[in-house]
């Protein structure tokens, strides 16, 4: 029983609310001083490997051999509580391998990217709503439709970037290209999009067809790295859900490139996850099997960043619940598909995006991860807002 006696002795460093384990023996241990708040339930004796906790754990929950009773939001905070213990030491030696791959940027980017976005369009589409906005909604209402919140957000986002006729728009990260057609069709603007996946670039060149925008909307597959101010000029730009692919390290260059493209005192709008914590924001399993190369940006380091580069912070907006309440819509329609993804996967892709979406709702909900919407101008804003009233009462932005 080395394993169960290795795994027990893990548990029983953590500190936080209690818990109880079931383990496969039949053995029933409680552990902490309040009553459970959740049980951890072994069918079988897992593969543990004491260097790393945090995934073999979760690839436990994957194999079906470990299952999870309980309050969610209390498990994971005790496992963002207690990082330093779960992470183990191998890692430390991923936080070298995911440094040594940021120096291979050009070159690992894309595969990432491919490794999470091309898994196909049509998974995506079970659980997205029909826009498909892969991001954080704005809920402006409590009873809004997952739909309805989706284009709230893009609205929000559009509104705080001040749109006028003509001007043009550069989204950094486009996805299927929904932001650039609302802006397009509601402001007037022509604009360019990029994204490192094939997947969306041709869904996303095919809506825009569609929507008769292709004269004025290009959906690029091309690196951000590539972006150049001698062939590009943007009035406005746009980031959603794309920075948490960069890297600490790479920071600079990204704020950098958009800088060199976007005119003096031109808007950027940055949508991000954010981290408040300066010990690794990154969740190990998350990495290795949902996004590879991903990394949560401490939140005062990217202001810093930005504030080098040459961009003044105007507007900062949490949105922390928004995106809790966005996984709870994207798993409810998650599991209502669940004959269609078995089918075209397996049992353990199953349970593998179960525990990324419920875990993920969990961590925004209180589990110290944030979602910021950060509003910059590229040196002194030209024509900046004179109030934020336009966000959340309509209306055109008054401009000074």
């Not at 001040?162 to 950094?172: A, F, I, Q, Y």
């Not at 704020?255 to 996850?273: K, N, S």
Request: glycine share 10%; proline share 4%.
């Amino acid at each position: 029983m080395l394993t169960k006696s290795t795994l027990a002795a893990v548990l029983a460093r953590l500190t936080g609310p209690g818990f109880q384990v079931k383990w496969w023996d039949g053995d029933v241990r409680r552990y902490g001083g309040d009553e459970p708040a959740f049980s951890l339930n072994f069918h079988a004796e897992p593969a543990f490997n004491a260097e790393d906790p945090m995934v073999s754990l979760g690839e436990a929950y994957m194999d079906g051999v470990l299952d999870f009773d309980g309050d969610w939001n209390a498990m994971l905070g005790l496992i963002n509580s207690n990082r330093q213990i779960l992470d183990g030491p191998l890692a430390r030696v991923a936080g070298v391998a995911r440094t040594l791959d940021r120096l291979r940027l050009r070159a690992r980017q894309k595969e990432n990217i491919a490794h999470h976005y091309d898994i196909g369009n049509d998974f995506y589409r079970m659980w997205l709503d029909p826009d498909m906005n892969y991001s954080c909604a704005y809920f402006a209402t409590a009873d809004m439709t997952l739909e309805q919140a989706q284009q709230a957000k893009i609205d929000h986002i559009l509104a705080k970037l001040c749109l006028k006729p003509g001007e043009r728009l550069l989204d950094v990260g486009c996805g299927w290209g929904a932001l650039l057609i609302r802006a397009a069709q509601r402001h007037g603007i022509c604009g360019v999009g990029l994204t490192l996946s094939a997947e969306q670039a041709a869904a996303g060149r095919a809506r825009l067809a569609k929507a008769g925008l292709s004269d004025r909307i290009e959906i690029r597959q091309m690196d951000y790295l590539d972006l150049s101010g001698a062939s590009d000029r943007f009035d406005k730009a746009v980031s959603v859900g794309m920075y948490e692919h960069v890297g600490e390290r790479h920071a600079a260059r990204y704020f950098a490139r958009v800088a060199d493209v976007l005119e003096p005192g031109g808007l950027f709008l940055l949508h991000t996850i954010v981290g408040h914590t300066d010990d690794g924001n990154t969740n190990r399993w998350v990495e290795k099997y949902i996004f590879p190369g991903g990394e949560i940006p401490y939140l005062p380091r990217l202001a810093d960043t930005a504030a080098k580069t040459g961009f003044f912070l105007l507007t900062q907006e949490s949105l922390r619940l928004h995106y809790a309440a966005t996984l709870a819509h994207w798993r409810a329609n998650f599991d209502r598909h669940l004959d269609a993804v078995r089918a075209r996967f397996d049992e353990r892709f199953v349970r593998m995006w179960t525990l990324y979406l419920r875990g993920s709702e969990a961590s925004f909900r209180g589990g110290g991860l944030d979602l910021g919407q950060f509003l910059f101008s590229r040196g002194l804003a030209a024509h900046p807002p004179r109030h934020q009233a336009h966000l959340y009462n309509g209306g055109e932005p008054v401009l000074w």
